[in-house]
Each structure stands twice: as structure tokens, then as C-alpha cells.
């Protein structure tokens, strides 16, 4: 008895770990599609969000600099607001 | 018999709730006619401006049947750039990522409906997740990205295929569309697991159980997927815009807008003559694949199990 429970664990096991390996193999395109294409470009912008950068020299690290001057200007905080507006006015109406 | 002894009061009443379904029914009637008059109406005025006179198309009152058509109008329209080689490139591409998804979204969603791994779930969750994600916030740093990956520069790939194309298709390779992958994987899972258990116990791949049971049980979302994919990179405007360098590579959008710069001399016809041109196929696919269109939304909402 004890000794069928074991080899049909085992020979269960296997088959899960067949399995796990079967589902990551099909689902690859996508993990490393998301990993490189959605993933990465979200952790970039992160990144790049502490730093100043003209794209021709290289990036300086300017701490919270460019949120400080993203929430004092104008057009942004307006942009925002119209944002707002229009989501939260046009969106009900349809 | 019951219906004709029923007492008066009975057949007043049907007949009152009778006349307010009616009314309702004329109310519907009217705004679906606005509806569909102003979906329309600018479709119809640009159809019938390509094949007006110059001096027809802002004549006032509106000229809905030109005088004499115009057909000249579209020989003339699709000369003034390369058209012939743009719809090439458009249908490249369109072969290019409808091939990309189905092959991918495919097989991902047929591991995400049917094998059982660590960190599925969670998977699924972020691929939904993309959904949510506007395509906008991911530009900048993704564009930076395929330039570091030298796929924004001129050049071709293997001589056949331009080298701008690669940002172009290469995410629909990767099963990057996530509502295509959740279809897919909600109509697999409503294909009887038994089919499938069958054929593992008769020594089937997981390869040969997804394209030989799987996807053949699966043509209509397979169609579904298919015609959206096609109308998604068809009407593409902004990647094209943004990736592609060289004139002949453009797409048939790029070509449309560039249309707009040569219209210096008010030519506006000519515009219109090719938006119809364009829109053409698009309008013929959706003639001829409207079941597939009620179906993906059907499916979206029902899901599988």
C-alpha cells in the first residue's frame, strides 16, 4: 500500500513538474514579451523620472527635481485637471 | 379559448401596455435614425466629395450627387504618392502581425486555460493588467528601448523586410495583445477537457493537442482574433508614424496624412478620394466578417467557464 502511494505520488509529481515546465514553455512569448517590452519600459520610465536628460548627453540624477517642477507647472497641472474634467463629464453622458 | 372569454378589463390593459411598447419602439426608431445619420453622414458627404467637381466640394447648399463624377478624382489622388507600394506594406504588416498573434496568443492562452503552473494565475492577473495600461505611458521609454536595440535606424532585415518594421511586429510575436490572449483562452476552456484527455493518453504532444485538437475546434475565435488584429494594425497610425523612416515603407495611414501636406492648393477631392480608397477594404472585411465582430464582444461578456 505504502509503497504504491509513493510511486503514485511520484510518478504524479513528474507529471506536474512536466507540467509546470510544458506551461512556461507556452506561455514564454508572453513572459518574455511582457518582461522586455512592458516591464522594462515601465521600470525605465521610473528610473528616468530621477533624471534630467536630452537624449544626447548623458542622463544627471536630479533627485525629485522633475516631480517638483511637473506639480508647479502650469500646463501640466491644467492638462491634469482637463483630463479630469473630460473623464469624469464625457464618460457618463455616453 | 381562454384567451377570447378573458374579461374586458384584461384586453384593455394588454392593449394600453401595447401601445406603450409602441411608443417606445417609435422612440427607439428615432434615435437610432439620429444615430445612425450622424455616424453616416460624414462617411457618405467624404464618399460623394471624392467624386465631386473642386468647386462642388464646400458648395453651399450641400451637393450630395456631384454633377458629373468625378472618377478621374481617384486615378489622380492615388498617383500623387506611392499608394500601390504603401498597400503593400500595409497588408505586409498585416499578414505580418495577424500571423504574430495567433501563433503566440495561441499557444499562451492555451497555457493559461488548460496547464496548471506555479505563478499562472499571477501571470494572468498582469496580462490583464496590460489591458488596463495606456499604450501612451510605455511609448517614451519603449521607444528608447528599440533604438538601443538598433531597430529605429534605416536598414532592412535579411534585405527583405525594413528594419522599422521590427518594432512594429515583433510585440504581437510575443502574445503583447492581452484582450486577443483572453479570448482565446476563455473559448479553450470551453472545449471539453475529455477531447483532450483522449488524445494525452494516446501519446499526444502538448504541440500536437493545441494545433491539431485545440485550434481546429477553435475557428471561430481564431476568425475573431484574426479580423480585429488586422483592423488594429491596419488603422495603426501613431507606431507607424513614430518607428518608420523611409517614404516607401510608409504605411497606407502614413500615406493618407501625408496627403494632407500636398493638399497646399486646396485640392481637398483629392483627399477624400483616397480616405475612400483607403477605407475600402477595411469596409468590405467588415462586410464579409460582421459575424466574427458580434461574436468577439459576444464572448467577452459570456466568457467560457
Redesign the interface.
Known amino acids: 500500500m505504502a509503497a504504491t502511494a509513493v510511486l503514485r505520488r511520484r510518478r504524479f509529481s513528474a507529471l ?1 513538474v512536466r ?9 514564454a ?6 518582461a ?3 516591464a ?3 521600470l ?2 521610473i528610473w ?1 523620472m530621477f533624471q534630467k536628460w536630452d537624449l544626447l548627453s548623458p542622463p544627471v540624477f536630479v533627485g525629485l527635481r522633475n516631480i517638483q517642477r511637473a506639480l508647479t507647472d502650469e500646463l501640466a497641472l491644467k492638462s491634469l485637471y482637463n483630463s479630469a474634467y473630460y473623464t469624469f463629464l464625457a464618460v457618463p453622458v455616453q | 379559448m381562454a384567451t377570447i372569454t378573458a374579461p374586458r378589463f384584461l384586453i384593455l390593459r394588454r392593449s394600453r401596455r401595447q401601445i406603450i411598447e409602441t411608443i417606445g419602439l417609435i422612440v427607439l426608431q428615432i434615435v437610432m435614425t439620429l444615430a445612425l445619420i450622424t455616424f453616416l453622414g460624414p462617411t457618405l458627404w467624404m464618399i460623394s466629395s471624392s467624386l465631386k467637381a473642386r468647386t462642388e466640394v464646400f458648395a453651399v447648399p450641400i451637393v450630395w450627387i456631384p454633377a458629373v463624377p468625378q472618377w478621374g478624382n481617384y486615378v489622380e489622388a492615388l498617383n500623387l504618392l506611392p499608394f500601390g507600394r504603401f498597400a503593400i506594406n500595409t497588408f505586409g504588416l498585416c499578414l505580418l502581425t495577424m500571423a504574430g498573434t495567433l501563433t503566440s496568443a495561441s499557444m499562451v492562452a492555451y497555457s493559461f486555460a488548460r496547464l496548471r503552473w506555479p505563478g499562472r494565475d499571477f501571470f494572468f492577473m498582469l496580462l490583464l493588467g496590460t489591458m488596463m495600461l495606456p499604450e501612451i505611458v510605455t511609448l517614451i521609454p519603449r521607444f528608447i528601448e528599440f533604438r538601443w536595440l538598433g531597430w529605429v535606424k534605416p536598414g532592412t532585415v535579411l534585405g527583405i523586410l525594413p528594419l522599422n518594421y521590427l518594432p512594429l511586429t515583433v510585440p504581437y510575436w510575443m502574445a503583447l495583445t492581452p484582450l486577443y490572449v483572453f479570448l482565446m483562452r476563455q473559448f479553450f476552456k470551453g472545449i471539453p477537457m475529455e477531447l483532450e484527455e483522449a488524445a494525452l493518453v494516446d501519446g499526444a504532444s502538448r504541440f500536437s493537442i493545441l494545433f491539431r485538437i485545440i485550434l481546429p475546434l477553435s475557428k471561430p475565435v481564431i476568425a475573431t482574433v484574426a479580423v480585429f488584429q488586422f483592423l488594429q494594425t491596419y488603422n495603426d497610425f501613431l507606431e507607424p508614424l513614430i518607428y518608420i523612416r523611409n517614404r516607401n515603407d510608409w504605411t497606407l495611414a502614413l500615406g493618407l496624412r501625408a496627403l494632407n501636406d500636398v493638399q497646399q492648393t486646396g485640392q481637398w477631392e483629392l483627399l477624400f478620394a483616397a480616405s475612400t480608397a483607403v477605407l475600402l477594404p477595411v469596409l468590405l472585411i467588415f462586410i464579409f466578417a460582421q459575424r466574427f465582430f458580434v461574436q468577439g464582444i459576444a464572448t467577452t461578456g459570456f466568457g467560457g467557464r
Not at chain 1, 29 to 34: E, S, V, Y
Open positions: 506536474a507540467e509546470w515546465l510544458q506551461g512556461y514553455l507556452f506561455a512569448p508572453f513572459l518574455i514579451g511582457f522586455a517590452f512592458v522594462f519600459p515601465m525605465y520610465s528616468l
